[in-house]
């Protein structure tokens, strides 16, 4: 295990150890851009591969991938977890091509619904997956904390890469997260945080799902909803309507439209005014077909 500024250092370390310029790195579509602008510095061939509602296309992925770089736990920005049966491909994929899969586990700490399914890095018989994750969400952006798990053949090629990059990081920052972490104080956090995010999830998901506009995208976690536009609907942008489009996650695919709401900036009772805003920047839903006579 390997303590990094945040995940994006993560991702840049693996990738330094593992990228030969001209190699394919597997990304998903639509997906997180920092990962997929990353890669590509680096050298590599980004690869777009389409998800549905089980995660990944495992059979799209190109034959040329030696990196598959995914987020099971909460699909950015979807939502959606990927299905057991879907890891299970995408490790028996990751073997046989002996190809690494990075498992980016940003947001899995706060959930709302079910059990969350075992890490892809837990189902990993063939020690084929990095495992990613970041403070950035349960904590602070801006303490730069992350962290990976990897298989011990990468450790010695990762620390060399880490010491090159920086040596380690802010060590005064590491041990005040430490003693929060022993002292118990960090799984509190999570607790309470959780309740609140709860509540904020279920004001925006009860309000998208009460739009025939909006095509909500299931999710039961992390801190953001997805929701597709149906056809022919429009949002025009307002300077203080700040909700993402979905289309901003979409690579070299053709772009998807929809929006991805995060709630994790914003208190409870401020929620109510912004989705009204929202529905006011919302074309009309286009009359339904006339029923044949
Ligand atoms: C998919 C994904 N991975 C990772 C992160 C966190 O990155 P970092 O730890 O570099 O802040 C985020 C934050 O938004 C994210 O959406």
Redesign the pocket.
């Known amino acids: 295990m390997l303590i990094?500024?945040?995940?994006?250092?993560?991702?840049d370390l693996v990738g330094r150890v593992l990228i030969e310029p001209g190699d394919t790195v597997a990304v998903e579509e639509p997906?997180?851009p920092?990962?997929r602008l990353l890669f590509r510095s680096l050298g590599a061939r980004v690869a777009g591969v389409p998800v549905d509602a089980e995660g990944i296309d495992v059979r799209a992925i190109p034959g040329s991938a030696r990196i598959v770089y995914v987020?099971p736990s909460h699909q950015?920005?979807l939502g959606t977890p990927m299905s057991l049966a879907r890891r299970a491909a995408l490790l028996a994929w990751a073997e046989r091509r002996r190809a690494v899969v990075i498992e980016?586990d940003?947001?899995s700490e706060f959930r709302f619904g079910e059990r969350p399914l075992e890490p892809l890095q837990s189902l990993d018989r063939a020690g084929r997956v990095v495992y990613?994750g970041?403070?950035?969400?349960i904590l602070l952006?801006m303490l730069?904390?992350?962290f990976l798990v990897a298989p011990a053949s990468l450790g010695p090629a990762l620390r060399a890469a880490r010491r090159l990059s920086d040596w380690h990081g802010e060590v005064p920052t590491q041990a005040a997260l430490a003693r929060f972490i022993d002292e118990g104080l960090l799984a509190r956090h999570i607790r309470r945080a959780t309740r609140e995010y709860a509540a904020r999830h279920a004001l925006v998901a009860e309000a998208l799902a009460a739009d025939d506009r909006l095509l909500p995208v299931p999710s039961t976690a992390g801190l953001h909803l997805c929701a597709r536009l149906a056809p022919d609907v429009s949002v025009r942008p307002a300077p203080e309507l700040a909700v993402e489009r979905l289309e901003a996650y979409c690579g070299d695919a053709p772009a998807q439209a929809g929006l991805v709401l995060g709630y994790g900036a914003i208190t409870k009772d401020a929620i109510p005014d912004g989705l009204r805003l929202l529905r006011s920047r919302m074309s009309a839903a286009p009359e339904p077909a006339n029923p044949l006579p």
Do not use: H, M
Request: charged residues 15%; neutral net charge.
């Open positions: 990094t500024g945040g995940a994006q250092q993560a991702l997906g997180y920092p990962a987020t950015f920005p980016d940003y947001d990613v970041s403070f950035s969400k952006p730069r904390l992350g």
